[in-house]
């Protein structure tokens, strides 16, 4: 009969050695990384993607495949890092096309994951406004109005934080709207 014995529990998970093997292994610039970033992309190890698409130089396939994964706040870090300012307009358009199909609370997650809290909390506001207008419950108008105040606090904090490492956050979209 056949044994199967158990790893130990202090051992890496399997996904990990993985990543840890193709690092050490794999020069960079290689094709072969990304045959392994599109693996990765296609089980959904983002963040190992990610660094194998950096890796084979191709950041463009990495912004991507964060955008596919729904990994917004790593696209826009990615897209920043990169300059690559289109990611400004895919946001937009995505959060634009869940605008249309009145799923404003998926937009506010949207705005939320790629970091851009002052578009939250005016969607947030915005969401209670028309509970308030509905005659909604009176608890569930007040989180909506919480939420949005918690997230121009998260807003301030980044800034806060910005300023006090020196490293620029980037307000322009914020300030013209």
């Not at 990610?50 to 990495?62: H, L």
Request: include cysteine.
């Amino acid at each position: 009969f056949l044994m199967i014995r158990r790893p130990p529990r202090s051992t890496q998970s399997r996904s990990s050695a993985a990543s840890d093997v193709y690092k050490r292994q794999i020069p960079d610039g290689s094709p072969a990384l990304l045959e392994l970033g599109d693996r990765f992309q296609s089980v959904g190890m983002c963040d190992a993607a990610v660094n194998a698409y950096a890796r084979a130089g191709d950041v463009k396939k990495g912004i991507d495949c964060c955008v596919l994964l729904n990994q917004w706040n790593l696209a826009v870090d990615l897209a920043e890092k990169h300059n690559f300012p289109q990611i400004e307009s895919l946001l937009s358009m995505y959060a634009n096309h869940l605008l249309e199909k009145r799923k404003k609370l998926e937009a506010v997650e949207l705005y939320r994951k790629a970091n851009r809290n002052t578009e939250a909390a005016r969607l947030l506001s915005s969401i209670g406004a028309d509970l308030v207008a509905k005659d909604a419950n009176p608890l569930t108008v007040k989180k909506m109005f919480v939420m949005a105040a918690l997230e121009v606090d998260m807003y301030k904090k980044r800034l806060f934080d910005a300023s006090m490492t020196g490293t620029g956050v980037n307000t322009t979209k914020t300030l013209d709207t």
